[in-house]
């Protein structure tokens, strides 16, 4: 993946919630992604599931001036994996 961005207070509470790094979206290899417009950000977000070590991950992002700025970064359950994935195998 390229090189992402974040805000380092995001990254502090990602860190607290998640236990994972925003700036490890860096290693990320997005498998699918698709448009998050389950509600009105006032931007155009993404979710991404892939993986992070060799585990699904899900990461929230968006585009600004062209780079990819992370807002989330988390284990994905089985269950998002077997929805937005199929060809994944679970």
């Known amino acids: 993946m390229t090189a992402i961005e974040f805000d380092p207070a995001k990254d502090e509470g990602n860190i607290a919630k998640h236990g994972v790094s925003l700036s490890r979206a860096s290693d990320f290899e997005i498998l699918h992604y698709v448009e998050d417009d389950r509600t009105d ?6 979710r991404a599931w892939g993986l992070l070590d060799d585990k699904w991950h899900c990461l929230a992002f968006t585009v600004r001036n062209g780079r990819i700025r992370a807002i989330s970064l988390r284990r994905a359950s089985t269950k998002e994996i077997e929805r937005h ?4 195998g679970f």
């Open 41 to 46: 950000y006032g931007e155009t977000r993404y």
């Open 85 to 88: 994935v199929p060809e994944s």
